[in-house]
């Protein structure tokens, strides 16, 4: 079909996985070095994402773009680190302090900085920890209010630095503001920003109890508004972030096709947590699904998949994914 895929990955996926009860994490943490040493060992790995405050510090930019150069790998988005810090805790762009606001701001306009000198142009925007927990904690409208506004000073910042924002529905907050693909799509065009997107985390749309193929057109339908994908998957109850399609193939599939058929050129990332997992062994399996999934499909007649879903026949659909998934 003519794609060309290109894939990418976390660069934090190659280290040591922590949760909240093995806070030290599961394994050795590792240097960046080794993290792209990790990175280099998957075949198909052609890019890294990193996320500022962990891989990207104050004055080591160009040491550590240099060094993913080095290995022969392209940064394919920058995540400004707004989750992480305890200064974030009641919120990043919605805080009701304006000092952590406006440093909120000035961040992500730091991350755009360096994403344009390095030519990656594009960056993930992530509102993990502005939301709430309880009821009568937020007021709902001023905090929208402000991630509307602080989008729209960020995107008139550098217009050709693309902002990709992700959306997940709840974690580290109870209930996160920009929690859902219709959410975000309202977000999107409300700022009404040629270079404000949407990176779609499919298993944040699974813990939504979205269909990834259906946030997929969304996005297409309103804007065309998909910038980036983070590949994974979930029991849909957790962020689990688990190996993409080990729980969810059909859904897969049928994600797949709709990136086809909307002719998605970016990134495929994976955004994995491997606890217990090796790293790059994970990436490799998360990569060779991706890649075994659409050849699936192209062994499978495209004409005949759009008459099915045309004709919306369920017996018929089911028909042609089995035989598709079972002639290999």
């Known amino acids: 079909m003519g794609r060309a895929l290109k894939f990418s990955a976390v660069a934090s996926v190659f280290d040591s996985c922590a949760d909240r009860f093995v806070q030290t994490g599961y394994s050795r943490k590792k240097s960046f070095k080794e993290l792209l040493e990790a990175a280099k060992k998957v075949p198909d790995l052609t890019g890294v994402e990193l996320v500022g405050g962990w891989h990207l510090k104050d004055g080591n930019a160009r040491e550590v773009i240099k060094m993913v150069e080095d290995y022969g790998l392209k940064v394919a988005i920058i995540l400004p680190e707004l989750w992480s810090s305890a200064k974030w805790g009641r919120g990043s762009f919605t805080s009701n302090d304006e000092k952590i606001r406006r440093e909120a701001i000035d961040q992500v306009k ?22 709430y927990d309880y009821c009568f904690q937020a007021d709902y409208i001023k905090a929208w209010d402000r991630i ?69 057109a969304l996005l297409k339908r309103f804007g065309d508004k998909l910038f980036h994908l983070h590949l994974n998957d979930n029991y849909r109850l957790w962020d689990d972030d688990m190996i993409p399609s080990a729980v969810h193939l059909i859904e897969f599939l049928e994600l797949l096709y709709w990136l086809d058929r909307i002719e998605y050129n970016g990134w495929y990332s994976v955004d994995i947590f491997p606890y217990r997992e090796d790293g790059t062994k994970a990436v490799i399996e998360s990569i060779e699904w991706i890649k075994g999934l659409f050849g699936v499909l192209d062994k499978m007649n495209k004409d005949e998949i759009e008459r099915i879903i045309q004709k919306g026949d369920a017996t018929e659909s089911s028909e042609i994914l089995r035989k598709g998934l079972f002639s290999l």
């Open 110 to 131: 730091r991350s755009m900085d360096l994403a344009k000198e390095i030519n990656c142009n594009l960056v993930n925007l992530w509102f993990g920890q502005d939301g």
């Open 148 to 216: 509307i506004d602080g989008l729209i000073e960020c995107a008139d910042y550098l217009p050709d630095v693309k902002i990709a924002i992700e959306y997940k529905i709840k974690e580290p907050r109870t209930h996160c503001y920009v929690g859902t693909v219709g959410k975000v799509a309202l977000l999107t065009y409300q700022v009404n920003r040629l270079n404000v997107g949407v990176t779609l985390d499919v298993g944040h749309a699974l813990e939504a109890y979205e269909n990834m193929a259906e946030s997929v």
